[in-house]
């Protein structure tokens, strides 16, 4: 048995020998926020594509918010679309390209507040479409304003004392919503806080390809993404404030998968 030496220094340095990033990321570089946590959604998403052997069969359709940047870095083909579309834009790709792998990426602001109307609708005609929506509770492209999805209490910009349900009212929940729906297929809500949330989240979005995969209807994967610049915290407090605040009204999990019941 060999015994690796830990009192001195390694005589030859570590190596990577392996790409840690993914094929279908043209870029680790971006311009987003540090602390933000949009970087590693995205991430998930393009390594359960090239998993699924998906690299040369999906069209993203991309919302408006800070993720849009990201337009030019994946190496996939894609469309922007107006906000609150891309379950809308998504549904024609899809109906003239069945053959392909249709995913929407939409910010909590773009699905929830322009858009509700598009993703409850395509849910409610079992599209076969899958949509992804990260949600940190505010409009961040545009500085950080509370959204439809913005929690109680949720300081924003335009929410200095906290959001109050007697003025503001109460936040949607989305995934909750698109899961009563009868044309929903999947849907689960995941984080990307810790590497096991991580982990979890990237399960979920594979099962969620795989529902439109096998033409089950309309997946959706909520994850909750950290915006420590919106949220007036440190940008290594953001995990924690994210758990504390939409952690407690967004409990992560599957909330509903028609092929395990």
């Not at 579309?85 to 392909?100: E, F, H, L, Y």
């Not at 079992?126 to 950080?144: H, K, Q, R, S, W």
């Not at 200095?160 to 009563?180: C, F, K, M, Q, T």
Request: with cysteine; hydrophobic share 40%.
């Amino acid at each position: 048995m060999s015994v690796i030496d830990t009192l001195e220094p390694p005589a030859v340095a570590n190596q990577k020998v392996a790409s840690f990033k993914p094929r279908l990321l043209q870029s680790e570089e971006h311009g987003l926020c540090p602390g933000c946590g949009e970087p590693v959604a995205i991430r998930l998403v393009l390594e359960i594509i090239e998993e699924l052997q998906l690299v040369e069969r999906n069209v993203a359709v991309l919302g408006h918010g800070c993720y849009g940047s990201f337009v030019m870095l994946l190496d996939v083909d894609s469309t922007l679309c107006l906000h609150g579309r891309a379950p809308a834009t998504a549904t024609g790709v899809k109906r003239m390209r069945p053959d392909v792998a249709v995913w929407t990426l939409q910010g909590d602001g773009d699905m929830v507040n322009e858009g509700l109307a598009e993703i409850l609708h395509a849910t409610a005609r079992a599209e076969d479409i899958t949509c992804i929506m990260l949600n940190n509770g505010v409009f961040g492209d545009t500085g950080g304003q509370m959204t439809a999805a913005s929690v109680i209490g949720q300081r924003t910009k335009n929410s200095i004392d906290g959001r109050d349900p007697e003025y503001h009212g109460y936040p949607i929940p989305i995934a909750n919503l698109v899961a009563s729906l009868q044309g929903s297929a999947y849907v689960a809500r995941g984080s990307v806080h810790n590497a096991a949330a991580i982990a979890q989240t990237r399960k979920f979005v594979r099962k969620a390809f795989q529902r439109q995969l096998d033409k089950k209807g309309l997946s959706l994967v909520e994850i909750l993404t950290m915006c420590p610049t919106g949220w007036f915290v440190p940008a290594a407090g953001g995990a924690d404030y994210m758990m504390e605040s939409l952690g407690k009204t967004y409990p992560l999990g599957e909330l509903k998968d028609v092929v395990e019941g």
